[in-house]
């Protein structure tokens, strides 16, 4: 059974940066592809960037392209989100979330509790 453990969220007003970090425990984490989702108030969970299994490719929703950086550090067991230049669009809570699927997708089987981002104007 995987646990996964998501920090780093908080407040922050337009235009700054936050790290979001995902600490995973249980076994073969680097088999896993994992990534992040954002639910945004009254919205449905949708992927903003993942990593897949097939080499570590990563890929980004539209929306964050160009200023989320998703990485992984299988040492550590680790996947973090660099967000940069954050809007209030980007206000809501951000799920880590890992599969053994090649694509990560919503019906990943192992999910973190959420950690909630505000961006003010």
């Known amino acids: 059974q995987v646990q996964l453990v998501e920090s780093g969220g908080g407040s922050v007003q337009a235009g700054g940066s936050l790290r979001l970090s995902c600490a995973a425990s249980g076994p073969a984490f680097s088999s896993l592809s994992t990534g992040w989702f954002h639910q945004a108030p009254g919205e449905e969970r949708e992927l903003v960037a993942a990593i897949s299994t097939y080499r570590n490719t990563p890929i980004y929703a539209d929306s964050v392209l160009g200023r989320f950086t998703i990485s992984r550090d299988n040492a550590k067991n680790t996947v973090y989100l660099q967000m940069n230049s954050l809007n209030p669009e980007d206000t809501g809570v951000y799920y880590c979330?890992?599969?053994?699927?090649?694509?990560?997708?919503?019906?990943?089987?192992?999910w973190g509790q959420g950690t909630p981002v505000t961006v003010s104007s």
């Open positions: 979330a890992a599969a053994s699927t090649v694509w990560l997708t919503p019906r990943a089987e192992y």
